[in-house]
């Protein structure tokens, strides 16, 4: 086991001036404060850099803005881990979502499953905008960051918890 | 899905065009087996960048139109900043210069391999998409995204930002990588040579549609190297060549009803843009090495034939992990960021090759540098005619086939063009019209 693999890994993803689109790289950054040395926290604007960046990894929580049509500033939270059942693939292909040339999260998630190095547990924190325009983040967005931060630790918690419950139930 | 029409023609949509960047519409209208109608819609709204410059500074519009595309914006930012420079009559170092080709290689490097691999090959290689593709290709996939990462990692350096770069600004950078930084990608960008050159003999070794078509080539050119970050002049397979301020005496811009992205005409004749034109332009600027796996492939000096534009893009991958190698190599630390620029009333034109085609700037603007004038003509744009030569062309061809194929084929007569409709303005509806002695609709198509 390498020194990536006993991490865990949280990744802001998102365009720091493209409106809500910054909430991942700002709980990020927030993010870097709380945590200790054990848990790595990267920024990342493509989606097709996750593939690599979560491999080795055993541990991921991604926090991205999202579009579901929920309130905006919602939080979701979406296992999307080698166990867990596979993402729509329409959220790959459909064009303009994501990311450039229509590689988006859902993209990267399967694309990683599919060579084998998604991580065992990993999700994706989404909080709900509401614009992707230039400028600043709107104030649905900005009253979430809180939660958010919370959430994004409660989720990794949670994901370190349930690989330390699975390999102690494989060693019983 | 199909609809069938009342004078028993047939409309055929496809929910999706995957893998183009950017939202558009495409009609296909056939009638006794001949093809009479095609148009490329391009539907997405105007995007007024041209008309929100207006009033802005000349210093802003590298970071401004950089903000038109996720994945070309150093060639908005090439151009801009040439345009501004060439009005206000300054000359950077050519250490700048130097710098601005190292940050485009990483652009090529981004959009190349994101195209080649994740986005064109699962045509050839029968596959809807990268995720069926990696199940059987994983050495191919983890290739094209160690690829693709080499390009991030430098226009990261370079450029502040993997995508919409910050490090841009007339007059040269705000900041020069270290030899330390540079070298730290070098063994990346290394070993992408090799990967790139042995993924030539990988694509040259598809099986190509047998299609050729002979519209104006157009591409900068430069004396001394491949075309990327600038040009000295505009050549054409036509014969015709001239300086770069020129452009505009020669290119015509025209509306036409069904697309909000303007068409473009070459010396009032319709013309191509992009990888095939700057190859066929330039195959004497390639490297050795480039060149050599030009003939193994043997695609020749020209290359007439859309489809094989994959093999052309993956010899220019190959072409700019050599040349960011090259100037890493070369690179020493001191050199001045910049050069200061003083505004200059007046009108000039800046362009670079984009990874998809030419695209070229003018700006006009006042003593003070105030913008007073703005236009901003990107490859797609230009191209949009000759998509749709190509896609009459395949459609006659292919006429025959059903109507689930006949999409298929069509859709990747476009994705030749690496498309980038968000650049032009999202989405493309592919709908075709049978009428007469067309073969009926077998399978309806979606995505």
């Known amino acids: 086991m390498n020194a990536a693999r006993e991490a865990s890994l949280v990744i802001g993803l998102g365009q720091p001036d493209r409106g809500d689109d910054a909430v991942g790289p700002v709980v990020a950054a927030r993010l870097r404060d709380l945590v200790g040395d054990s848990v790595v926290v990267l920024t990342r604007e493509d989606p097709t850099a996750l593939v690599q960046t979560w491999d080795g990894y055993r541990v991921a929580v991604v926090i991205d803005s999202v579009l579901t049509g929920a309130e905006p500033g919602t939080l979701t939270i979406r296992q999307a881990g080698a166990a867990a059942e596979p993402l729509p693939t329409h959220a790959f292909t459909a064009a303009g979502r994501g990311g450039s040339h229509a590689f988006g999260v859902a993209g990267a998630v399967e694309l990683s499953r599919t060579l084998g190095t998604l991580p065992e547990q990993l999700a994706i924190v989404g909080v709900e905008a509401a614009s992707f325009d230039h400028g600043p983040m709107t104030d649905p967005v900005i009253a979430a960051i809180d939660d958010a931060v919370a959430t994004v630790v409660a989720t990794l918690a949670r994901g370190i918890s349930a690989l330390t419950e699975s390999e102690a139930g494989s060693c019983a | ?447």
């Open chain 2, 1 to 447: 899905m199909t609809h069938q029409l009342k004078d028993g023609g047939q409309v055929l949509n496809v929910g999706m065009l995957a893998r183009v960047e950017g939202e558009g519409g495409m009609h296909i209208e056939i009638k006794d087996r001949q093809v009479v109608d095609v148009k490329l819609n391009i539907f997405e709204p105007p995007r007024f960048y041209e008309g929100f410059l207006r009033g802005r500074k000349y210093t802003e519009p590298p970071d401004i139109t950089a903000r038109i595309c996720g994945i070309c914006p150093v060639a908005y930012q090439s151009a801009s900043t040439e345009a501004m420079e060439t009005i206000c009559r300054i000359e950077t170092t050519p250490e700048i210069q130097l710098m601005r080709r190292l940050l485009y290689c990483g652009e090529w490097i981004e959009s190349h391999a994101l195209h080649i691999f994740m986005l064109h090959a699962p045509d050839f290689l029968g596959y809807e998409s990268v995720l069926e593709m990696a199940k059987d290709y994983p050495d191919v996939v983890q290739m094209a995204l160690r690829l693709k990462k080499a390009g991030n990692d430098l226009m990261e350096l370079v450029g502040g930002r993997a995508i919409h770069p910050v490090n841009v600004k007339v007059g040269g950078f705000y900041r020069m990588p270290t030899v330390a930084e540079l070298e730290a990608l070098r063994p990346d960008l290394a070993r992408g040579v090799e990967d790139s050159l042995a993924a030539v003999e990988l694509v040259a070794g598809f099986d190509f549609p047998d299609m050729e078509q002979d519209y104006t080539y157009v591409s900068l050119r430069h004396p001394d190297w491949y075309p990327l970050e600038r040009g000295t002049e505009i050549v054409a397979t036509s014969g015709v060549r001239f300086p770069v301020a020129e452009i505009p005496q020669h290119i015509e811009e025209f509306h036409v009803e069904h697309s909000n992205a303007l068409h473009a005409r070459f010396d009032g004749a319709t013309y191509f843009v992009g990888p095939l034109a700057r190859y066929s332009l330039n195959f004497d600027q390639l490297t050795p090495r480039c060149q050599e796996a030009a003939v193994k492939a043997e695609l020749g000096e020209t290359c007439r034939n859309p489809f094989k534009s994959i093999i052309v893009r993956t010899i220019e991958l190959a072409y700019a992990f050599e040349e960011a190698v090259r100037i890493i190599d070369q690179w020493r630390d001191g050199h001045p960021p910049s050069v200061p620029v003083a505004p200059r009333a007046g009108e000039g034109v800046g362009a670079s090759e984009a990874p998809r085609g030419t695209i070229w700037h003018r700006y006009r603007i006042d003593d003070d540098g105030v913008i007073q004038d703005a236009q901003i003509v990107p490859p797609t744009s230009q191209n949009q005619a000759s998509i749709e030569a190509d896609l009459r062309l395949a459609a006659q061809q292919w006429v025959d086939l059903d109507d689930h194929s006949l999409t298929h084929r069509c859709e990747e007569a476009i994705r030749n063009y690496d498309p980038c409709i968000s650049c032009a303005t999202h989405f493309l509806d592919l709908r075709v019209v049978r009428d007469g002695a067309g073969k009926p609709a077998d399978a309806g198509a979606g995505s």
